[in-house]
């Protein structure tokens, strides 16, 4: 029968303190000025790299090999953490709901039915990330269940669209504005009622994530439910176009703005007996507003108007708190993660970010379930972020009391395994800020250090590795790496993740001697790297994870 216990390694020992350092967007790229990695003084980052080909290598960390759709698909913090803490590839929201679009699955769902409900009195009203990004949603997805909606009898939809610019380029949201208006239109000419009737960007409007700032939700809740916000317009694509220009802000930072009639009225407030789907299928930014619409009681904001509606999500975005109740398609199913077998084997476990990456090291890590398995054996400690800010004022952030917290935590011996995200290479690469970049990768690299003189002092090992590119390579390129210029001759600033490989780096005193990479698995990927801090604790992962990254030879 199953079982938690996991084999011993045959020649790795218990009891080592292990610490596991997670850079959040740092990728291995060619050298280049528009490369903040290389441009930034990272003396701890370089000497972990002459390592190579024994301590130090390359996994993928985009594509398939995360579970996305595809090998175009860069990779992302959600199913980064997913494969590092799982062990295991899955196929992920993205594809999904790819899948149950394309085989009409989608329409035949308990969540779908449950919506359906409101159709015939009430407004379907889709609210979510408009782009094409692929990290949090799609606007293809997006297009095909507007079809999918209209054709099972939707017959009054509003569409709320969040701004883009940080997983696509800026100024973008004007294209994808303009694709959905004509889809909407064309919907029009069927005789469906479908209009865009709120927005906002990203950042600054509802998809905040790990309760940094409600009033972000806030924001959103305004304008997507009670039709208000401090900008109307008559239509979306003027909107966007003029608060970018009146306002010079980027699409990921656009206020809040509504949509009016000729009377100047919103044309789509969320009321009593309408349905509401969030269309994006990442869990961390929608979990906030998903409680704002489903639960009766609440305490975040005040919502004014709390209507009776028909609520489902894309997915379910936290398995644990079973949130939100009903959903269009089921999430995969992450079970057996290298957390819960760790706790069943004893290992103590310490686990810490800032409030941004917080849930990055411990949501995402354990397989999208919030809490911990095992509080008598784990600790997971959260540094409040700086709110209210563009992390390219601030591009140090908590790295360093990051590191503080996780040194204590190997000096303290209370703990075998150390986990720590360092967020500053995604957090300020996001902002297009190089210079500000640089510094945030600088800040991370002495954060590393100061963790790693810590595993030098209690004889422990070390593995740092990160879940996707971003800080690596700023600017968008043409297919041959040189950098693409717009209509104006200028470079455009990459606020995205990329598709680069991560570094895998091992080392510390108390890893055994004859330790080393293998060479027989070139096409390596985050999941491989459970199995491999697995062997650190002395333990053989399960045989259904993907294979440990090192080998141990006699000498
Ligand atoms: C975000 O949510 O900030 C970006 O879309 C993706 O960044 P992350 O995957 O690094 O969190
Ligand atoms: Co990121």
């Not at 130090?56 to 175009?72: I, Q, Y």
């Not at 909606?149 to 504005?177: M, N």
């Not at 540094?383 to 935590?409: C, H, W, Y």
Request: glycine content about 10%.
């Amino acid at each position: 029968g199953f079982s938690w216990k996991l084999a011993d390694h045959p020649k790795l020992p218990k009891g080592k303190t292990v610490a596991v350092v997670v850079l959040d967007g740092w990728g291995e790229a060619n050298p280049d000025k528009y490369n903040c990695i290389y441009v930034a003084k990272t003396p701890t980052m370089d000497s972990l790299k002459e390592g190579l080909p024994e301590k130090w290598r390359l996994v993928r960390a985009h594509g398939t090999a995360v579970g996305l759709p595809t090998e175009d698909d860069m990779g992302n913090s959600e199913v980064g953490h997913n494969a590092l803490g799982a062990g295991r590839i899955y196929a992920q929201g993205a594809k999904l709901v790819d899948f149950a679009l394309a085989s009409g699955k989608i329409y035949e769902g308990e969540g779908f039915k449950y919506i359906k409900e409101c159709f015939d009195k009430g407004t379907l009203h889709l609210i979510g990330l408009l782009s094409d990004g692929g990290v949090h949603s799609r606007l293809d997805q997006l297009q095909l269940l507007l079809k999918g909606a209209s054709e099972h009898g939707a017959k009054r939809i509003r569409v709320h669209i969040l701004t883009d610019g940080r997983d696509v380029l800026d100024g973008s949201s004007v294209g994808f504005v303009e694709t959905l208006e004509n889809d909407l239109a064309k919907l029009r000419e069927k005789g469906v009622d479908a209009q865009i009737a709120s927005g906002g960007g990203r950042m600054y409007v509802t998809m905040d994530r790990y309760e940094n700032d409600w009033d972000v939700v806030k924001r959103g809740w305004y304008a997507h439910v009670l039709g208000e916000a401090p900008y109307k317009f008559r239509s979306a694509l003027e909107a966007v176009k003029k608060l970018r220009e009146d306002l010079k802000v980027s699409d990921q930072y656009l206020p809040p703005f509504v949509i009016v009639d000729e009377s100047g009225k919103p044309v789509g407030p969320t009321m009593d007996g309408d349905a509401v789907v969030t269309f994006n299928f990442r869990a961390d930014r929608m979990v906030m507003l998903a409680k704002a619409l489903e639960y009766e009681d609440f305490d975040k904001f005040d919502r004014v108007r709390f209507p009776k509606i028909r609520y489902a999500g894309m997915l379910q975005y936290d398995g644990e708190l079973m949130l939100p109740s009903q959903y269009l398609v089921s999430p995969p199913e992450i079970e057996r993660t290298s957390g819960e077998y760790l706790v069943h084997n004893g290992i103590r476990t310490f686990a810490c970010s800032e409030t941004v990456k917080f849930g990055h090291v411990t949501f995402f890590w354990n397989g999208n379930r919030s809490g911990c398995f095992n509080p008598k054996l784990e600790e997971y400690v959260e540094i409040p972020s700086d709110s209210g800010i563009t992390f390219n004022v601030q591009p140090k952030m908590k790295a360093l009391e990051i590191a503080e917290k996780a040194r204590d935590a190997i000096l303290s011996g209370k703990f075998d395994q150390v986990r720590v995200n360092l967020p500053n290479s995604d957090m300020v690469g996001h902002t297009g800020d190089i210079e500000a970049t640089v510094v945030g990768c600088e800040a991370a690299d002495e954060a590393v250090k100061m963790i790693l003189d810590a595993v030098e002092k209690v004889g422990g090992i070390y593995l740092v590795t990160a879940d996707h590119g971003n800080a690596e390579d700023m600017v968008k390129r043409d297919k041959k790496g040189k950098p693409q210029l717009d209509k104006a001759g200028n470079i455009q600033i990459l606020t995205s993740h990329t598709l680069q490989p991560v570094p895998v780096a091992i080392g510390g005193p108390g890893l055994k001697q004859g330790v080393r990479f293998r060479s027989d698995l070139p096409q390596a990927g985050l999941a491989n790297v459970a199995a491999t801090f697995m062997n650190f604790h002395g333990f053989v992962a399960p045989d259904d994870y993907e294979p440990t990254l090192i080998e141990v030879v006699d000498n």
